[in-house]
């Protein structure tokens, strides 16, 4: 049960965009349209951002976007704002006998 | 308002038992998966176990099988993880989440669980 692999860390400059990938395998991130992205601040609870792939939940901003091609999924943070310094972990169903599997997190720095 | 209310956490010496219990509110528990995730200290997020909306049906992480049991009661809109064995890796964050398939989709806060002698 490998984890997804994301970026360590990402940065940019407010007001810029940032995307921070997730590459999986076709037995979870290619064969499912099932990624989602949660954002966790430092000592709080993750909270979801994205869900199948491209889908953001009432409230979220859409400066938040996502996207996948084959085998990797993308969030792209468009007019960065201090407020999105924070990690970002991707997340996919991986099958029946992996159900659900998380990337590594990236940490992503608003300079 | 939804509301996950995880509890339970403490500190456990290795090979000891420990059960935790997540309180449900403000949505139709017995229509949501239900996960366990964890996230041991400066570390990432891992997922650990998750049970059909009617309970027929767990998952486990390899890391957990065995060891570690996920049961629920719609009546009571409650969770469970009973974790037996446990190991100082074990140490972590436990964060129960409601959601479906595709993903979870809200988050409890959380409760530690600490492993040590």
């Known amino acids: 049960q490998s984890a997804l692999t994301q970026p360590p860390s990402a940065s940019g400059s407010p007001g810029q965009s940032v995307t921070i990938s997730c590459t999986g395998s076709?037995?979870?991130?290619?064969?499912?349209?099932?990624v989602s992205w949660h954002q966790q601040h430092p000592g709080k609870a993750p909270k979801l951002i994205i869900y199948?792939?491209?889908k953001r939940p009432s409230g979220v901003p859409d400066r938040f976007s996502g996207s996948k091609s084959g085998s990797t999924a993308s969030l792209t943070v468009s007019g960065l704002q201090a407020e999105d310094e924070a990690d970002y972990y991707c997340?996919?169903?991986?099958?029946?006998?992996?159900?659900?599997?998380f990337g590594g997190g990236t940490k992503l720095t608003v300079l | 308002e939804e509301q996950l209310l995880e509890s339970g956490g403490h500190v456990v010496q290795p090979g000891g038992s420990l059960r935790l219990s997540c309180a449900a509110s403000?949505?139709?528990?017995?229509?949501?998966?239900m996960t366990w995730v964890r996230q041991a200290p400066g570390k990432g997020l891992e997922w650990v176990s998750t049970i059909s909306t009617n309970g027929g049906t767990t998952y486990y992480a390899d890391s957990v099988k065995g060891r570690f049991t996920i049961s629920r009661d719609n009546s009571k809109s409650t969770l469970w993880l009973q974790m037996n064995s446990l190991r100082a890796e074990d140490t972590a964050v436990y964060f129960c989440?409601?959601?479906?398939?595709?993903?979870?989709?809200?988050w409890g806060q959380g409760t530690l669980v600490t492993v040590s002698s």
């Open positions: 076709s037995s979870d991130v290619g064969g499912y349209n099932f």
């Open positions: 997340s996919s169903y991986g099958g029946s006998n992996n159900f659900r599997i």
């Open positions: 403000g949505f139709t528990f017995s229509t949501y998966v």
């Open positions: 199948e792939v491209t």
């Open positions: 989440a409601k959601g479906r398939i595709r993903g979870e989709d809200f």
